[in-house]
Antibody, heavy 123, light 111 residues
C-alpha cells in the first residue's frame, strides 16, 4: 500500500528556516517523480516544487531561490528545505507522487498524496 | 502564471448532474491534454479523480467524467451523491518552465 507521511511543520519566525520530510512506503521514491504542493488557510492548491527520478528539480517562481527539494534514497524520503520564510509561505504542505508510464515518460498528475504538515510563519 | 479559473461554487440535488469548468490559456489547458481533477474533503488530502483530461483512475466511480474544449476543461458529476460534496480543483501541465498550475477551486454542494 502506497503511503506518504509528512512531518517537520511548525511555527517559525519570518526569515527563519524549516525542513519538511515526507516518508514514503509501498513504492520507491527515486523511481517516481515527487512534488510538494501547498495550500494556504482557506485557499486553493499551489504547486511548489518537483524532483524527477534523474534528480532534476524545478520550483515555482514564488519559492525559487529560497526552497530546495531533495530526497534520500536510502531512507525513501523526500525533503523540502525552506529558507527565508515569509508570512505568505504559511500553508499546509503536501507531498505528492507522480509516475512514469511504461515507456519511461513522465505522466502529468499526482496519484497519491500525504495528509500534509502545517507551516506557520509568524512573529 | 495565474491560477486557472473555476466557478466558486456549484450545487445540485441528489441524482442531478453538475459541471465544473476550468478555464486557462493556450499555454496550459489549451496546449496540453494533461488536465487532472482532484477532490478534497474538509481537512483531508486531495484525491485524484480524473487525469489526462478524461481518464479515471481505478476505484473512481464512472459518475465522474472529464472533457476539454479549447482552453476550457470540464468535470461532470452525474447522479450526484451526498459524498460528492467537497472542493474540486483542476490542474494543468503548463510547460517546462511553469510545470503545473492549479485552478481556483470549486465547492460542490449537494442540496
Amino acid at each position: 500500500e502506497v503511503q506518504l507521511v509528512e512531518s517537520g511543520g511548525g511555527l517559525v519566525q519570518p526569515g527563519g528556516s524549516l525542513r519538511l520530510s515526507c516518508a514514503a512506503s509501498g513504492f520507491t521514491v527515486s523511481s517516481n517523480y515527487m512534488s510538494w504542493v501547498r495550500q494556504a488557510p482557506g485557499k486553493g492548491l499551489e504547486w511548489v516544487s518537483v524532483i524527477y527520478s534523474g534528480g532534476s528539480t524545478y520550483y515555482a517562481d514564488s519559492v525559487k531561490g529560497r526552497f530546495t527539494i531533495s530526497r534520500d534514497n536510502s531512507k525513501n524520503t523526500l525533503y523540502l528545505q525552506m529558507n527565508s520564510l515569509r508570512a505568505e509561505d504559511t500553508a499546509v504542505y503536501y507531498c505528492a507522487r507522480g509516475e512514469y508510464d511504461s515507456s519511461g515518460y513522465s505522466t502529468y498528475y499526482f496519484d497519491y498524496w500525504g495528509q500534509g504538515t502545517l507551516v506557520t510563519v509568524s512573529s | 502564471q495565474s491560477a486557472l479559473t473555476q466557478p466558486r461554487s456549484v450545487s445540485g440535488s441528489p441524482g442531478q448532474s453538475v459541471t465544473i469548468s476550468c478555464t486557462g490559456t493556450s499555454s496550459d489547458v489549451g496546449g496540453y491534454n494533461y488536465v487532472s481533477w482532484y477532490q478534497q474533503h474538509p481537512g483531508k488530502a486531495p484525491k485524484l479523480m480524473i487525469y489526462d483530461v478524461s481518464k479515471r483512475p481505478s476505484g473512481v466511480p464512472d459518475r465522474f467524467s472529464g472533457s476539454k474544449s479549447g482552453n476550457t476543461a470540464s468535470l461532470t458529476i452525474s447522479g450526484l451523491q451526498a459524498e460528492d460534496e467537497a472542493d474540486y480543483y483542476c490542474c494543468s501541465y503548463a510547460g517546462s518552465y511553469t510545470l503545473y498550475v492549479f485552478g481556483t477551486g470549486t465547492k460542490v454542494t449537494v442540496l
